[in-house]
């Protein structure tokens, strides 16, 4: 039997294709510090979990396609507070982030049709683009600059007859930036001379350190017909298993379409909505008190990584991850290593490896992903164990 060329071409996601070495480690009695995946140990709100313990319907039914009218609301609430005024026509809700990207290139992409994305990116931005059948457009950023956008005749360059919009994330997963205003603008400039659409995926809004202020794609003035918002309760609320998101526009004939996308999938989870509308509703010292504890993670990583002699990194300016560049040939190599071959009194550590993050083949080799989502105790431990992993790597394997 033949399978389609998407199931040949689908890319592992390397945030979790190691797994089996990190299960294999376990089996053999290691404990293993998951550094590797965007999942947070920040305990979910109260309020949300209440839900599902009081939820005592007797049938669990389907939902209205856009999403339960009481959380579209919600999320009209919401986006309010962080000034982008929407009314419940354009938000529909979506079975978390992923669904929302998968559903946004859907509908703004022929088959064959390219996006043009900064790298590194969420990698499995390239899984969505091998589902909607579309060519991801890579515009290289480096940690040595910051991972900051190339000039505008740089992107330019990159736009073809195929070229329908370009994707970015901000806050960015793995690399941390957060675009400025200025450079918002300036996408939303190229966009609007090239008749493009900027889908904007705002996952981590709330996680930006120093001061910085959010700037989302919403808040650019004249540009609703070309924006499109995705965006996911996941690590907002730390509730990456409710499986909830949403994407937003203005752009009504977008929408009409959006919505026959959802109706196909049929409704997104209903009792998950409920959870997530009641965080809808709480105070922000909620989200003040999470962005400092992944800030003070934050440093203590960086300050980790800046100690180990030839690894190049950025302090990232938000959500919750830091690529670094190490003095090694093969990052994969290295997390496999430590998985297989070393420990620390019976613990390692696994990292993810950035090949799979860039479109550019070759890119990102010496890099690796951390994802600062532990507690205080165990990133102290684990970065221990990476550090000395990798001195006995370089003197062992490099
Ligand atoms: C940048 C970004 N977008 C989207 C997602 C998808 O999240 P979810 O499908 O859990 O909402 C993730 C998950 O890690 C992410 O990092």
């Known amino acids: 039997m033949i399978l389609s060329s998407r199931a040949l071409e689908i890319q592992a996601s390397p945030i979790r294709k190691l797994m089996p070495y990190a299960i294999q480690a376990k089996?053999?009695?290691?404990?293993?510090?998951?550094?590797?995946?965007?999942?947070?140990?920040?305990?979910?709100?109260?309020?949300?979990?209440?839900?599902?313990?009081?939820?005592?319907?007797?049938?669990?039914?389907?939902?209205p396609s856009q999403g339960?009218?009481?959380?579209?609301?919600?999320l009209v609430h919401y986006y309010s507070k962080h000034n982008i005024a929407i009314n419940e026509d354009e938000v529909i809700v979506t079975t978390a982030g992923s669904e929302a990207i998968v559903f946004a290139l859907s509908v703004v992409c022929n088959e064959?049709?390219?996006?043009?994305?900064?790298?590194?990116?969420?990698?499995?931005?390239?899984?969505?683009?091998?589902?909607?059948?579309?060519?991801l457009k890579p515009l290289t950023t480096y940690a040595e600059t910051g991972f900051a956008l190339p000039d505008s005749a740089k992107i330019e360059a990159l736009i073809t007859p195929l070229t329908k919009a370009i994707l970015i994330c901000n806050p960015?997963?793995?690399?941390?930036?957060?675009?400025?205003?200025?450079?918002?603008?300036?996408i939303a400039q190229i966009a609007k001379e090239h008749n493009l659409f900027v889908i904007s995926d705002e996952v981590y809004r709330e996680f930006v350190y120093d001061g910085?202020?959010?700037?989302?794609?919403?808040h650019v003035p004249d540009f609703a017909d070309h924006a499109i918002l995705v965006d996911s309760v996941s690590k907002r609320y730390s509730a990456c298993g409710a499986r909830i998101g949403c994407i937003v526009s203005k752009n009504k004939e977008l929408m009409v379409a959006v919505l026959k996308f959802a109706q196909a999938r049929l409704c997104p989870p209903t009792v998950d909505q409920l959870a997530a509308n009641a965080c809808v509703y709480l105070e922000d010292s909620y989200i003040e008190g999470i962005m400092q504890e992944y800030k003070k993670r934050r440093d203590f990583v960086f300050e980790e990584l800046q100690q180990i002699p030839g690894c190049i990194c950025v302090k990232p300016q938000g959500a919750f991850y830091i690529i670094a560049k190490l003095p090694i040939k093969d990052a994969e190599d290295f997390i496999i290593w430590l998985l297989k071959d070393y420990n620390v009194s019976n613990e390692t550590v696994m990292a993810a490896p950035a090949e799979g993050f860039y479109a550019t083949p070759g890119l990102g080799r010496n890099e690796l992903r951390i994802a600062y989502i532990l507690n205080e105790e165990d990133l102290k431990k684990a970065m221990h164990i990476f550090k000395t992993g990798l001195i006995e790597y370089l003197r062992t394997n490099d």
């Open 112 to 135: 064959g049709d390219e996006v043009i994305v900064p790298e590194p990116f969420y990698t499995n931005y390239n899984g969505f683009a091998t589902m909607a059948s579309i060519k």
């Open 172 to 186: 960015g997963n793995p690399t941390g930036t957060v675009y400025t205003e200025t450079e918002i603008m300036r």
């Open 68 to 74: 339960l009218d009481e959380y579209r609301q919600g």
């Open 27 to 63: 089996k053999n009695g290691i404990k293993v510090y998951h550094l590797n995946i965007g999942q947070p140990d920040i305990e979910t709100p109260q309020v949300m979990l209440d839900v599902y313990h009081k939820f005592n319907e007797k049938v669990l039914s389907y939902g």
């Open 212 to 218: 910085m202020k959010h700037f989302s794609i919403m």
